[in-house]
């Protein structure tokens, strides 16, 4: 039986699968196409609290959201709940301080994760 997903083919991170629907959900609630967000939250079968959460991704500077949303396939360190206090900040600039600053630090963790991974790959010397 072949995989519904080609292993080729690299999936597109959460944060940005998560923003793109933002995106899309704010425009349905604009279009009137959904009544408002509370609605949104019912037909997805998700609390206000977690719509509410989502669409605060829609405040980030539109230069942090184009990152986001073309983030490499294995930027794992970014995710909703570590932007939120990215998105608190309503000035761009201070957002943009932030977002570098997480960047570095997902960038760390992610180097040291692979640093520990080549490290237990490698057989034990022999005493």
């Known amino acids: 039986m072949a995989s519904a997903v080609s292993p080729t083919v690299e999936a597109v991170p ?5 923003l793109a629907l933002a995106i899309r959900l704010e425009g349905l609630v604009r279009e009137q196409a959904v009544r408002d967000y509370a ?7 998700v609390t206000r609290a ?6 605060k991704l829609c405040d980030l500077a539109p230069d942090i959201q184009e990152q986001i949303l073309f983030l490499p ?3 794992g360190g970014i995710n909703e709940r570590n932007l939120r206090s990215v998105v608190q900040q309503m000035d761009w600039e ?10 570095r630090r997902s960038a ?11 490290a237990s790959a490698r057989p034990e010397e022999s005493r």
Do not use: H, N, S, Y
């Open 108 to 118: 760390v963790v992610k180097e040291g994760d692979g640093q520990r991974a080549r």
């Open 14 to 18: 959460r944060i940005a699968r998560l």
């Open 50 to 55: 977690r719509i509410t959460q989502i669409m």
């Open 94 to 103: 201070e957002q943009r301080k932030l977002f570098r600053a997480l960047v």
């Open 39 to 45: 609605a949104v939250a019912r037909l997805g079968r």
């Open 73 to 75: 396939p294995a930027a």
